[in-house]
């Protein structure tokens, strides 16, 4: 397989060929009662997606078996040769969507602020994101390969990898928060108490599920049920796009994993990356749960 350079749209680097379908990202037209996720790649956007779709088919789990979860909740910019596109697939499906996105604030289409929809964004601290975009580029083709560890390291902190720079995503989005309908979540968070936070989303969408629902979807949604379920585990992927025997795409799932890769000193780089990218802001992480 050859593997893609980076493309580029409005200075933002993005999967090759996706930069080839922006065009019709562009033109692309949010709906009345869409709903937005959208999140810096690796940071449990598979999670939340599985969740919202849940909660909308009020924790029915056939409903949601209805298809793998990158259909039910098609992914706006993507685009491979020969595959139907993220703007294809929803122009298909009649609104209200969810929809998902890794665009920057900055470059999203600004239908969706016309439309007023609402949106639910998930951050993920830069180190636990950078390992696993670090397998995920392993194993994910359309990427360029991400040569060690320790050059994928380098490129993350410049942004020199799909959807850019990790500070600039969550702190554009974080700036946004204010003035739009938006709930800003932590996978950190997710992984404390996931009931109190699928709650939180409960409440966004404006719904009102019973306790025995809310407990369903919380067992539904935990890393080893959708680690199984092959309508989340992403194995419905030619191996040609995605190689999981390279990585598994649902790999560990936790926090602090990155323990497990940062040297001392590729960690106090990343320290002083995160302290100077994060200065000015009152958006804070943790990188331990
Ligand atoms: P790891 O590679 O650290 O295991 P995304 O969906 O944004 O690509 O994010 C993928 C990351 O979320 C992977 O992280 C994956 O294992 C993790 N993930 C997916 N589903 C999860 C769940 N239900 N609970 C916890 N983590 C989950």
Redesign the pocket.
């Known amino acids: 397989v050859v593997r893609p350079p980076l493309g580029d749209v409005s200075g933002l680097p993005i999967v090759g060929p996706f930069a080839e379908n922006w065009a019709n990202v562009q033109k692309f037209q949010a709906g009345e009662g869409d709903v937005l996720i959208d ?1 810096y ?7 939340i ?2 969740i919202v779709d849940l909660i909308l088919q009020n924790g029915d789990k056939k409903k949601a078996q209805r298809g793998a979860i990158f259909e039910r909740v098609p992914f706006l910019e993507f685009a491979v040769p020969k595959i139907p596109t993220g703007t294809e697939v929803l122009n298909a499906i009649e609104p209200p969507r969810v929809i998902k996105s890794h665009l920057s604030v900055q470059t999203l289409p600004n239908t969706f602020w016309e439309k007023n929809c609402k949106v639910i964004y ?1 951050a ?1 601290n830069a180190k ?1 994101v950078a ?2 975009y670090y ?2 580029n392993r194993m994910a083709l359309g990427h360029p390969d991400p040569g060690t560890w320790d050059e994928f390291l380098n490129n993350f902190m410049e942004g020199n990898v799909a959807f850019g720079r990790w500070s600039t995503h969550v702190k554009g989005w974080w700036k946004m928060r204010q003035q739009t309908d938006m709930l800003y979540l932590f ?1 950190e968070d ?2 404390e108490d ?1 009931k109190r936070e699928i709650q939180k989303v409960i409440k966004f969408l404006g719904k009102d599920l019973s306790d025995d629902v809310l407990e369903k979807i919380c067992l539904q ?3 080893k ?3 199984e379920n092959p309508k ?1 585990n992403y194995t419905a992927i030619p191996s040609t796009i995605m190689d999981q025997s390279v ?8 926090c602090g ?1 990155w323990k497990n890769h940062f040297t001392v000193s590729q960690s106090e780089r990343l320290d002083e990356y995160y302290q100077k990218e994060m200065s000015g802001t009152d958006l804070s992480f943790r990188f331990l749960v």
């Open positions: 999140t790649p690796k940071s449990g956007t598979t999670w997606s599985e998930v993920r636990d390992v696993s397998h995920f996978y997710m992984l996931p949604t935990s890393f049920a959708m680690k989340t990585s598994p795409f649902m790999r560990k799932g936790i994993d």
